[in-house]
């Protein structure tokens, strides 16, 4: 069983930069392929990015390229998400996920969840 506790989500003005990031316990860390997904209010759960299990290999959405950037540290049991140039748009709770599939884009494919931190951006 695999504990997921995001942290680093807040306030921040549009433009602005934010790293959120992903602490992992109770698991073989290195085993999951791990993702971040955001719920906006009243829409579904949507895949942003995802790190294949060494971190040599990354996905995003096509609506996050160039501005979302995410990494893992399997040392630490972390992975991360940088987000650079906040949109408005990009106000949603982000979750952290697990999977020992890959790719995996959907939600259904993902084992294990976080409780999600929330993003607000202002204009």
């Known amino acids: 069983q695999v504990q997921l506790v995001e942290s680093g989500g807040g306030l921040v003005q549009a433009g602005g930069s934010l790293r959120l990031s992903c602490a992992a316990s109770?698991?073989?860390?290195?085993?999951?392929?791990m993702a971040w997904f955001r719920q906006a209010p009243g829409k579904e759960r949507d895949f942003v990015a995802a790190?294949?299990?060494?971190?040599?290999?990354?996905y995003y959405a096509d609506s996050v390229k160039g501005r979302f950037a995410i990494s893992r540290d399997n040392a630490k049991n972390m992975v991360f998400l940088q987000i650079f140039s906040l949109e408005p748009e990009d106000t949603a709770v982000y979750y952290c996920?697990?999977?020992?599939?890959?790719?995996?884009?959907?939600?259904?494919?993902?084992?294990?969840w976080g409780q999600g931190t929330q993003v607000t951006v202002s204009s």
């Open positions: 109770g698991g073989t860390f290195s085993r999951y392929a």
């Open positions: 790190i294949r299990w060494s971190g040599g290999i990354t």
């Open positions: 996920a697990a999977s020992t599939r890959w790719l995996a884009t959907v939600t259904y494919d993902y084992d294990y």
